[in-house]
């Protein structure tokens, strides 16, 4: 009966040991799973978003009347050439987003020109902004003007309104503050020296 028993032991043994080599033997190696998602950050295929982005950025410039929400034929090429087939819907969507976003920028540079037009009327020169993003980065580059007029200052002590805005105030205001500088010195060098 003894050898039954010590018999036993071994064989609880042996198993043991072997799960433990099986174990060990998984988490060092791991199995190969399937191939990397080849859209997924770090993956091959992700050089193409840069281009389609480009696309996008490119048409919201040259043909700003045509929005970024019909694609057409902007991409077909670069798709047909660049991007596989998989990746066409990120492609569109970084075409859009891309787009989108010069198209904000085109509107905030507009609203900038009209807060800093020489007979613009600070009350109304916003209210002729074609679009939203133009009209509150109008008024956002007034704000920043008239901080450079009462104190010279561009800083919004940690309070900020967000992109396109808070660049559209800091321009504004140091573009204020520098003429404003230039135009101080300028009087001041003008003086008649007294003698």
């Not at 399937?34 to 410039?61: H, I, K, Q, Y």
Request: glycine letters at 8%; proline letters at 7%; aromatic letters at 6%.
């Amino acid at each position: 009966m003894s050898d039954q028993i010590m018999f036993n032991q071994i064989n609880q043994c042996y198993i043991i040991i072997s799960l433990f080599f099986i174990i060990s033997r998984a988490v060092a190696e791991p199995e190969p799973g399937p191939d990397p998602d080849p859209l997924s950050p770090g993956g091959a295929s992700m050089p193409f978003l840069e281009s389609c982005c480009n696309v996008g950025t490119s048409r919201a410039s040259s043909l700003p009347d045509m929005g970024c929400d019909r694609i057409g034929r902007s991409l077909d090429g670069l798709m047909a050439a660049d991007v596989p087939d998989l990746a066409r819907p990120q492609c569109e969507l970084a075409f859009s987003m891309c787009c989108g976003r010069q198209m904000k920028s085109i509107a905030c540079d507009h609203g900038k020109s009209l807060a800093n037009a020489t007979n613009a009327d600070p009350a109304t020169a916003c209210a002729v902004a074609a679009d939203p993003t133009s009209a509150q980065c109008c008024q956002a580059c007034q704000m920043g003007r008239q901080a450079a007029d009462t104190t010279g200052e561009c800083s919004m002590s940690g309070f900020g309104f967000g992109q396109p805005f808070d660049g559209a105030y800091h321009e504004c205001c140091r573009s204020k503050t520098k003429s404003s500088g230039r135009a101080s010195s300028s009087r001041r060098r003008k003086k008649p020296k007294s003698g």
